[in-house]
């Protein structure tokens, strides 16, 4: 039972374009939500979050959207580089806690094309 | 650097065999988190540790099985390998973050140990 989705496994963008990554979850009690980053050869890496009080949450570059009623998070990268070419997770955790289990999604294999 | 060790970064062995991986969480850090994530998979948790005793338990065989020692580092112990057990094997430490003024909790892994099994 996989309580968070990442329905496309791959997406290709052009440099310079808008990259947005889709996240779905099922567990209503979720209340936190992260982003990883992973490149090959290396462990993931931390993004960005959102907890549960908010819809969005911003930094630099990256902007992540919380849509609580449809259970759906997002990713959004702008303008995106060729370094963010990696594999993106979709987290959750029903505890806004550094001791709280957090639950990923299969990923989502970004390619940023020149 | 995470500050999160694993070690080794690789292993090969055949199916049947019994294999140890370590981890050695960031200093001062008292949980260590377990996932696998196999081909084309997510990272599927298997278990954490906080200060020596088991806290939750995940998707883990009962052939896995691991321990936190006094000194905290952690070893996660897979026997009875088979050919599907290969997968890059992740430990994880607690971290807070601050950005832009807010703290942000999460996880900082290790490199992985790449397991292969023949």
């Known amino acids: 039972d996989q309580q968070v989705k990442q329905n496309s496994p791959s997406l290709s963008v052009q440099e310079g374009r808008i990259s947005i990554l889709n996240c779905d979850y099922t567990?209503?009690?979720?209340?936190?939500f992260l982003w990883y980053k992973k490149y090959p050869a290396e462990g993931p890496t931390f993004l960005i979050s959102?907890?549960?009080?908010?819809d969005k949450n911003e930094d630099g570059r990256f902007t992540v959207f919380l849509n609580k009623s449809a259970k759906h998070l997002s990713l959004h990268i702008v303008p995106s580089q060729p370094g963010d070419s990696a594999v993106y997770f979709c987290?959750?955790?029903?505890?806004?806690?550094?001791?709280?289990?957090?639950?990923f999604g299969s990923g989502t294999r970004l390619s940023i094309r020149p | 650097d995470s500050g999160v060790t694993q070690t080794p970064k690789h292993l090969i062995t055949a199916t049947g065999q019994r294999v140890t991986l370590r981890c050695s969480p960031r200093?001062?850090?008292?949980?260590v988190y377990w996932y696998q994530q196999s081909l084309d998979q997510g990272l599927q948790f298997l278990i954490q540790?906080?200060?020596?005793?088991?806290?939750a338990k995940g998707n883990i065989l009962e052939r896995f099985s691991a321990q936190q020692f006094p000194d905290l580092h952690s070893e996660l112990n897979l026997s009875s390998l088979e050919l599907g057990d290969s997968a890059l094997y992740f430990c994880?430490?607690?971290?807070?973050?601050?950005?832009?003024?807010?703290?942000?909790?999460?996880?900082?892994f290790g490199s992985g140990t790449r397991l292969t099994v023949v």
């Open positions: 987290a959750a955790s029903e505890s806004y806690s550094s001791a709280s289990k957090i639950i």
């Open positions: 567990n209503s009690m979720f209340d936190y």
């Open positions: 200093s001062g850090d008292l949980s």
């Open positions: 994880a430490s607690s971290v807070a973050l601050t950005r832009g003024g807010e703290v942000h909790y999460g996880y900082t």
């Open positions: 959102i907890s549960s009080i908010k």
């Open positions: 540790y906080y200060n020596g005793e088991e806290r």
